[in-house]
């Protein structure tokens, strides 16, 4: 069983910059690849990026990559979203999950556990 946390969502003006942080529980973190996703309004919930639990390797969908960057502590059983030029469409909420091992998914269906959320906000 893995517990997920999010934090450090907020509101920020277009351009500006935010960093997610999601805190997990358990002593197995690191066999888990993370991903994070976000969900606009009435719109369904979609891959932003991806880190592997073996190697570090990071994956993001187009529309981030670039601008955020996805990163791991083991050590803190700590993934993070840092989040530069924010553009009023990357307004959403934003979750974090947990996928045992494998080559990270980018649908969410590949992943087994799920934080609760945390709102991201972006005037223009």
């Known amino acids: 069983q893995v517990q997920l946390v999010e934090s450090g969502g907020g509101l920020v003006q277009a351009g500006g910059s935010l960093r997610l942080s999601c805190a997990a529980s358990?002593?197995?973190?690191?066999?888990?690849?993370m991903g994070w996703f976000r969900q606009a309004p009435g719109k369904e919930r979609e891959f932003a990026a991806a880190?592997?639990?073996?190697?570090?390797?990071?994956y993001y969908a187009d529309s981030v990559k670039g601008r955020f960057t996805i990163s791991r502590d083991n050590a803190k059983n700590t993934v993070y979203l840092q989040m530069n030029s924010l553009k009023p469409e990357d307004t959403a909420v934003y979750y974090c999950a947990a996928e045992y091992r494998g080559t990270p998914g980018t649908h969410r269906n590949e992943y087994d556990y799920w934080g609760q959320g945390t709102q991201v906000t972006i005037s223009s």
């Open positions: 358990g002593r197995t973190f690191s066999s888990y690849n």
């Open positions: 880190i592997s639990w073996i190697g570090g390797r990071t």
